[in-house]
């Protein structure tokens, strides 16, 4: 591949992305970025984070800069720039313009076990901490600016057959699919955020995407009404499921 590519993939909070960056950071012609927009995120919002203050003293804080990092020349002279993206790191305030040059893919959640897991760490999580509003307003932005349905893919889908879910990512994208993205060493990486010591313990063991295990159990009572909420997004986003 000669031309350089730009990935851009939307997903909200305890998802699989954090393993899709270890996946296409395997690949020999891509380079990944972690999360850009999280330094600014802390810096306009009162959520609480571990490790906020040493984030924001160690990444770019002005969207707009790190927007045009994001669309300038792609590190080491890699062909491919994969970018992992929290969906409710984008602020209203923030322009979507430069979207426009980059490839937007969306990865979705079943919203139960996404409110599940914030449920052992966050006992009230509130809709904008899930990422799901965001997903569909980016999404939806995407759509009328392109003219054309942006590729959207499901965390169980990937768990259940990583090489067939991956393969029709790359086919739709119109990138090379690389059996390379299928495994990876176990440990640490530089392209890590330095939040991965509060986050990434299990991602840093695995070797490969881990197997789809099936979960009906519900999500606590008192947050049946927001995985509702988040349900109907979720919803309309995956219809258009690859």
Not at 64 to 89: C, E, N, W
Not at 213 to 220: F, L, T, V
Request: charged share 25%; glycine share 4%.
């Amino acid at each position: 591949m000669t031309e350089q590519r730009y990935i851009a993939m939307w997903s909200g909070p305890r998802n699989i992305s954090t393993a899709m960056l270890r996946s296409w950071g395997n690949r020999a012609d891509t380079w990944v970025v972690d999360e850009p927009f999280y330094a600014h995120y802390l810096t306009q919002t009162e959520h609480d984070h571990p490790g906020a203050e040493a984030i924001i003293d160690s990444y770019e804080t002005d969207w707009r800069k790190v927007a045009q990092q994001l669309t300038g020349d792609v590190p080491h002279d890699k062909a491919i720039y994969y970018q992992k993206h929290m969906t409710h790191h984008m602020l209203p305030h923030m322009d979507k313009t430069w979207m426009q040059k980059v490839t937007n893919c969306f990865l979705l959640r079943e919203p139960r076990l996404v409110v599940k897991s914030f449920a052992k760490v966050i006992r009230n999580p509130k809709i904008d901490q899930t990422g799901f509003p965001q997903q569909l307003d980016i999404f939806n932005s995407v759509r009328q600016q392109s003219g054309t349905i942006p590729p959207v893919i499901d965390a169980q889908d990937v768990l259940r057959d990583p090489r067939r879910t991956l393969s029709k990512l790359c086919e739709a994208i119109n990138v090379p699919f690389d059996e390379a993205m299928l495994s990876w060493a176990a440990g640490k990486r530089e392209t890590d955020g330095i939040w991965a010591e509060y986050w990434y313990a299990a991602v840093e063991q695995s070797t490969e995407f881990m197997p789809y295990k099936h979960d009906e159990s519900p999500a606590p009572q008192h947050l049946q009404a927001l995985v509702d909420e988040c349900q109907a997004i979720y919803e309309a986003l995956a219809q258009y499921k690859l």
